[in-house]
């Protein structure tokens, strides 16, 4: 048996991984990443390892998917057979490589064909250890009785070397009077000829490891006196694998890839336009967002942009009360209010998650991390538990636990985000006017949302909300869960409200009789009177930090060692709305503080300065910070991030210098005074809210993509609304249309028409951007390098 994790790689760069799952040969991982991706890249890959305490842990196997295969697995739950992992197979980068035939006569008369290899340089090199490698290269002349060899210098500590180096070959030779039969007689044996570049990395000290080869044959040049291009690395002899994969096992996967291509702003505004006018459409079912909810077969995809997009112009409340409305007409039980999985609850899901992040921090964190560090047992199911448990006192641990979370949810009431109070507001007006002889019915309408879909989602899996840095162990998901069970009924109020709890198990019913009390339903009512109330609150970010962020890096040493060098050391970080700073551990003191209203600019940093990639600067009123993530998706987040904080800094700067200042000089500009102006503009700062990171153009591209991608089920709705407008008598639906929902179907069918102009008129410059991009993607270029062999 096996304790088995699994990690997401870009090439070979970790930028997630999973939690541990104890003794098992056949884990469930059952955990979700989504990350924006930063940077080219040849492969998805995903390692499965076995953990090992004392040693290193043991590689199981992996998947590699390439680029250009992703959106064939898109949207699809695959099982990928688990290939072997070895140094051969780890190969990524490209070569720049110039090759030309030269015809030279000795001073003797003798004529001969010399070859003028020149390699350039490589590009993207994979991190060894999580450090770039010293690589080189050895250039080879291959051939029936050839093998000439030469090699170049070691560059250190880079994954993007600039060799600039070229070797010479002798190809043929010939007498001056014999020189065109020769010729014609050795050209068949050129034919034969291939370059070989072979990649090293020079820094194991053992012995050197292959980085991967590119062949090109000599016959590149037969039509051409000059051939260059970027080359893909391979594996040695294309990497033969295994006969014996079947033995690792397989991994399944559910991968979601989209590639938009964002438009300028002008083009966006009337579809945008279309789009926020939908709260006021009469009715709803015919606004142009909730028919873009109607038929997108994921629900999801539809839902996030369409969310964020309401929720940055402020339309989301007028549009969520309308959807959940119409969701009242069709509930007939006010006991299964809001329970299914329509429009209107995956919108209100999706709301709470961008908008309440704040609020489960400075509501949940403290206690959760309290939880996760203890470990203090709570396991309750006789079933489940161990030789030696006492469950008396589990069981007082965990009502320990629940009290103290469940004290600290119905006190938050002032933390609650505006817009949050202002959807449940609307919700306990209409569940009142639709169920009126109900006087449960406002509360299990707000419960619904903040208990079951908020709070106890976030107990059970505070990772996923970012309260957690790590994920817990198999014994404190346990607690969790048990602790989320109870909250999530304590939560409920029609459970409150009757003489049993509405668990299935017998333990936890047992349990769940320490709190029936009526203090606890009183808490409940006042809590859900508090968040669904319309009056004035102050706001907790007034006299609170918001914390935004959180995570361990490197960062340069500001001063200097007794040596007189500077170096680089692990520091936990953390950044609020007020200040950046970090600590040598989590809950330490500071040992650094940079103040928000400090920062100038934040900009990455050009690999070449430190060696080191993933490297990002923080410009402040002091010496620049320089710190480094540990992969390319964290160090985007926290670019991005400390753009959105300090973009409203009156003196940020418009310049920057992109290297950075080491032996009394700038490296970009080779400037030597220190304080000297920056010598390449700064990124513009994210137009978004502190809190909500929204890109308005990027979520209408998004929205556009679905309605391009579902034009089918959009036009079968769009005849399904003219057989109703002509045909008035008992209608018998087809099943092409039968789960639309169509109201009124004239003003249906003219918001169609208006969608469909709209996405012919976007049609077009995508159209001509990709024809552009086609054109453009010379085949052997650095954004298109050549595989493999060449013919």
Same mark, same amino acid.
């Given at each position: 048996?096996?304790?088995?994790?699994?990690?997401?790689?870009?090439?070979?760069?970790?930028?997630?991984?999973?939690?541990?799952?104890?003794?098992?040969?056949?884990?469930?991982?059952?955990?979700?990443?989504?990350?924006?991706?930063?940077?080219?890249?040849?492969?998805?890959?995903?390692?499965?390892?076995?953990?090992?305490?004392?040693?290193?842990?043991?590689?199981?196997?992996?998947? #590699?998917?390439?680029?250009?295969?992703?959106?064939?697995?898109?949207?699809?739950?695959?099982?990928?057979?688990?290939?072997?992992?070895?140094?051969?197979?780890?190969?990524?980068?490209?070569?720049?490589?110039?090759?030309?035939?030269?015809?030279?006569?000795?001073?003797?008369?003798?004529?001969?064909?010399?070859?003028?290899?020149?390699?350039?340089?490589?590009?993207?090199?994979?991190?060894?250890?999580?450090?770039?490698?010293?690589?080189?290269?050895?250039?080879?002349?291959?051939?029936?009785?050839?093998?000439?060899?030469?090699?170049?210098?070691?560059?250190?500590?880079?994954?993007?070397?600039?060799?600039?180096?070229?070797?010479?070959?002798?190809?043929?030779?010939?007498?001056?009077?014999?020189?065109?039969?020769?010729?014609?007689?050795?050209?068949?044996?050129?034919?034969?000829?291939?370059?070989?570049?072979?990649?090293?990395?020079?820094?194991?000290? *053992?012995?050197?490891?292959?980085?991967?080869?590119?062949?090109?044959?000599?016959?590149?040049?037969?039509?051409?006196?000059?051939?260059?291009?970027?080359?893909?690395?391979?594996?040695?002899?294309?990497?033969?694998?295994?006969?014996?994969?079947?033995?690792?096992?397989?991994?399944?996967? &559910?991968?979601?890839?989209?590639?938009?291509?964002?438009?300028?702003?002008?083009?966006?505004?009337?579809?945008?336009?279309?789009?926020?006018?939908?709260?006021?459409?009469?009715?709803?079912?015919?606004?142009?967002?909730?028919?873009?909810?109607?038929?997108?077969?994921?629900? &999801?995809?539809?839902?996030?942009?369409?969310?964020?997009?309401?929720?940055?112009?402020?339309?989301?409340?007028?549009?969520?009360?309308?959807?959940?409305?119409?969701?009242?007409?069709?509930?007939?039980?006010?006991?299964?209010?809001?329970?299914?999985?329509?429009? #209107?609850?995956?919108?209100?899901?999706?709301?709470?998650?961008? *908008?309440?992040?704040?609020?489960?921090?400075?509501?949940?964190?403290?206690?959760?991390?309290?939880? /996760?560090?203890?470990?203090?047992?709570?396991?309750?199911?006789?079933?489940?538990?161990?030789?030696?448990?006492?469950?008396?006192?589990?069981?007082?641990?965990?009502?320990?636990?629940?009290?103290?979370?469940?004290?600290?949810?119905?006190?938050?009431?002032?933390?609650?985000?505006?817009?949050? /109070?202002?959807?449940?507001?609307?919700?306990?007006?209409?569940?009142?006017?639709?169920?009126?002889?109900?006087?449960?019915?406002?509360?299990?309408?707000?419960?619904?949302?903040?208990?079951?879909?908020?709070?106890?989602?976030?107990?059970?899996?505070?990772?996923?909300?970012?309260?957690?840095?790590?994920?817990?162990?198999?014994?404190?998901?346990?607690?969790?869960?048990?602790?989320?069970?109870?909250?999530?009924?304590?939560?409920?109020?029609?459970?409150?409200?009757?003489?049993?709890?509405?668990?299935?198990?017998?333990?936890?019913?047992?349990?769940?009789?320490?709190?029936?009390?009526?203090?606890?339903?009183?808490?409940?009512?006042?809590?859900?009177?508090?968040?669904?109330?319309?009056?004035?609150?102050?706001?907790?970010?007034?006299?609170?930090?918001?914390?935004?962020?959180?995570?361990?890096?490197?960062?340069?040493?500001?001063?200097?060692?007794?040596?007189?060098?500077?170096?680089?050391?692990?520091?936990?970080?953390?950044?609020?709305?007020?200040?950046?700073?970090?600590?040598?551990?989590?809950?330490?003191?500071?040992?650094?503080?940079?103040?928000?209203?400090?920062?100038?600019?934040?900009?990455?940093?050009?690999?070449?300065?430190?060696?080191?990639?993933?490297?990002?600067? *923080?410009?402040?009123?002091?010496?620049?910070?320089?710190?480094?993530?540990?992969?390319?998706?964290?160090?985007?987040?926290?670019?991005?991030?400390? /753009?959105?904080?300090?973009?409203? &800094?009156?003196?940020?700067?418009?310049?920057?210098?992109?290297?950075?200042?080491?032996?009394?000089?700038?490296?970009?500009?080779?400037?030597?005074?220190?304080?000297?102006?920056?010598?390449?503009?700064?990124?513009?700062?994210?137009?978004?809210?502190?809190?909500?990171?929204?890109?308005?153009?990027?979520?209408?591209?998004?929205?556009?993509?679905?309605?391009?991608?579902?034009?089918?089920?959009?036009?079968?709705?769009?005849?399904?609304?003219?057989?109703?407008?002509?045909?008035?008598?008992?209608?018998?639906?087809?099943?092409?249309?039968?789960?639309?929902?169509?109201?009124?179907?004239?003003?249906?069918?003219?918001?169609?028409?208006?969608?469909?102009?709209?996405?012919?008129?976007?049609?077009?410059?995508?159209?001509?951007?990709?024809?552009?991009?086609?054109?453009?993607?010379?085949?052997?270029?650095?954004?298109?390098?050549?595989?493999?062999?060449?013919?």
């Amino acid at each position: 048996m096996r304790d088995c994790f699994c990690t997401i790689n870009l090439d070979q760069e970790e930028v997630y991984r999973t939690q541990v799952v104890e003794k098992s040969l056949s884990p469930f991982f059952s955990e979700d990443f989504y990350f924006e991706i930063p940077r080219t890249f040849q492969y998805l890959s995903f390692y499965v390892y076995d953990k090992n305490v004392l040693q290193r842990d043991l590689r199981i196997g992996k998947v #590699a998917i390439k680029k250009e295969d992703l959106c064939n697995h898109s949207g699809k739950e695959t099982w990928f057979s688990l290939q072997p992992v070895d140094s051969n197979s780890e190969v990524q980068g490209k070569v720049h490589l110039e090759l030309k035939l030269n015809e030279l006569i000795t001073e003797n008369g003798t004529v001969c064909q010399q070859l003028v290899v020149h390699i350039m340089a490589c590009h993207g090199l994979p991190l060894i250890n999580g450090q770039s490698c010293d690589p080189y290269a050895t250039v080879s002349l291959v051939g029936p009785s050839r093998n000439d060899q030469k090699k170049t210098k070691v560059k250190k500590k880079t994954s993007n070397p600039q060799f600039n180096e070229i070797f010479y070959f002798e190809v043929t030779r010939s007498s001056s009077y014999t020189r065109k039969s020769q010729f014609q007689v050795e050209e068949e044996d050129i034919e034969k000829l291939e370059i070989r570049i072979d990649l090293w990395n020079n820094g194991n000290l *053992v012995q050197d490891v292959f980085l991967g080869e590119i062949k090109v044959p000599v016959n590149v040049l037969r039509n051409d006196a000059s051939h260059q291009a970027w080359y893909l690395l391979q594996p040695r002899d294309n990497g033969n694998k295994s006969s014996k994969t079947d033995e690792l096992g397989s991994l399944r996967l &559910n991968i979601c890839y989209t590639e938009d291509c964002v438009l300028p702003s002008e083009y966006y505004g009337p579809l945008k336009t279309l789009l926020l006018k939908s709260p006021d459409v009469q009715p709803v079912s015919a606004s142009a967002a909730y028919i873009l909810g109607e038929i997108c077969r994921d629900k &999801n995809e539809a839902v996030l942009p369409l969310v964020r997009l309401l929720l940055h112009h402020d339309k989301l409340v007028p549009f969520a009360t309308a959807v959940a409305d119409l969701d009242l007409k069709d509930t007939q039980d006010a006991n299964t209010i809001f329970r299914g999985n329509s429009l #209107a609850t995956r919108c209100l899901d999706e709301m709470m998650k961008i *908008v309440g992040g704040h609020y489960l921090k400075v509501t949940l964190k403290p206690i959760l991390d309290e939880i /996760c560090e203890s470990s203090k047992p709570c396991e309750i199911d006789p079933i489940k538990l161990k030789e030696g448990d006492n469950v008396e006192n589990n069981k007082e641990n965990l009502r320990y636990y629940v009290d103290k979370l469940f004290s600290t949810i119905v006190r938050s009431s002032m933390s609650c985000p505006t817009v949050m /109070c202002d959807v449940f507001y609307s919700l306990r007006q209409m569940a009142t006017k639709r169920f009126p002889n109900d006087p449960h019915v406002q509360y299990s309408a707000v419960s619904s949302f903040v208990f079951l879909r908020f709070f106890a989602v976030a107990v059970v899996s505070p990772h996923t909300f970012h309260l957690r840095p790590h994920h817990p162990d198999a014994q404190t998901i346990r607690t969790l869960t048990l602790i989320s069970k109870t909250i999530q009924t304590l939560g409920s109020w029609g459970s409150l409200s009757k003489s049993k709890s509405s668990f299935k198990e017998t333990f936890m019913c047992e349990f769940f009789k320490m709190f029936q009390e009526e203090a606890y339903i009183i808490a409940v009512k006042k809590f859900l009177d508090e968040i669904s109330s319309t009056e004035t609150k102050e706001s907790s970010g007034t006299s609170e930090p918001v914390h935004l962020k959180e995570g361990e890096m490197y960062k340069r040493a500001q001063g200097r060692t007794r040596i007189g060098k500077k170096n680089f050391k692990k520091r936990w970080f953390c950044l609020t709305s007020r200040e950046l700073t970090y600590h040598k551990q989590p809950g330490k003191d500071a040992i650094y503080t940079i103040p928000v209203k400090n920062i100038l600019a934040v900009e990455k940093l050009e690999e070449s300065s430190f060696n080191k990639k993933n490297m990002f600067q *923080v410009i402040h009123t002091e010496k620049p910070l320089y710190v480094q993530a540990n992969n390319c998706v964290e160090a985007n987040e926290w670019i991005d991030v400390l /753009c959105r904080v300090s973009r409203c &800094n009156q003196n940020r700067l418009s310049v920057y210098h992109p290297a950075a200042y080491l032996n009394g000089n700038w490296l970009c500009c080779q400037e030597t005074s220190e304080s000297t102006l920056g010598c390449k503009p700064c990124t513009a700062g994210i137009p978004a809210d502190i809190q909500i990171d929204i890109d308005e153009d990027r979520e209408t591209e998004r929205i556009y993509s679905l309605f391009n991608l579902n034009m089918p089920k959009l036009q079968k709705m769009e005849e399904a609304c003219g057989t109703i407008a002509v045909y008035q008598g008992p209608q018998k639906e087809p099943d092409d249309y039968s789960n639309f929902v169509i109201e009124d179907s004239v003003t249906t069918f003219k918001t169609i028409q208006q969608i469909k102009s709209l996405i012919e008129k976007l049609d077009e410059p995508h159209e001509k951007y990709r024809k552009k991009r086609s054109s453009s993607a010379k085949y052997g270029s650095k954004e298109n390098p050549i595989v493999g062999k060449t013919s």
